[in-house]
C-alpha cells in the first residue's frame, strides 16, 4: 500500500502532525493530500485518516468555541454517543461524507487565517454577523450549520474567492 502524507494544520504557518504537535510548515488541507480521485472512498484510506482529521476537527471547533449542537451539525449530525465516542478520541473509519465536511472546515479554517491574520478575529470571524449578501446579516455558521455539505461548500467558495484561491 502507498503511503499517505497527513499532514493536518490550522493555518499558513502553524500545523499540527498526526500527535497534535504543532509545528512550524506549510498548510495541507486534507482535500488535497496527494490520494488519486478513485482512492478517496477507498474504506482503508478513509480508516488512516479518520483519526487525525477527527483530532484536527475538535482543535478547530475549540478555536471557535463551537457548542455541541454546532459540532454536530458541521459533522452531518452524527449520534450523540458516536459523537462523544469521537470526543473520547474513538474513531473508527469515518465516512466519505464526513470526511469531506471535515476538509471543507479545513479549507474554511484555512482561509479565515490567511484573510483575518489578528488570531482573536479569525477565531470569532464564524460567529460574528456578516453583511455579505450570502448571509444575510446572520453569521457564517449559520449557512454552515443549516446549509448542510452545500452551506460549507458556499461559505469556502466565498472565503477562497476572497483570497484568491483554492489551494
Known sequence: MEDVNFKL??????????????????LTPLST???????????EVR???SGPAMRTFFHIADRWSLNTEEQRALLGWPPESTFYKYKTGRVSTLSYDMLMR????????KAIQILY???????RWV??????PLFGGR???????EGGTDGLYQVR??????RGGWN
Not at 471535515?102 to 479554517?109: A, C, E, K, P, T
Request: hydrophobic content about 40%.
Open 9 to 26: 494544520a490550522t493555518s499558513i504557518y502553524r500545523e499540527y502532525n498526526l500527535d497534535m504537535e504543532l509545528l512550524e510548515l506549510e
Open 33 to 43: 493530500l496527494n490520494i488519486a480521485p478513485d482512492r478517496r472512498r477507498d474504506p
Open 47 to 49: 480508516h488512516r485518516m
Open 102 to 109: 471535515i476538509s471543507l472546515i479545513l479549507g474554511i479554517y
Open 117 to 123: 491574520p489578528e488570531p482573536d478575529l479569525a477565531d
Open 127 to 132: 460567529k460574528l454577523p456578516n453583511s455579505n
Open 139 to 145: 453569521p457564517a455558521m449559520a449557512l454552515m450549520t
Open 157 to 162: 467558495r466565498l472565503l477562497d474567492g476572497r
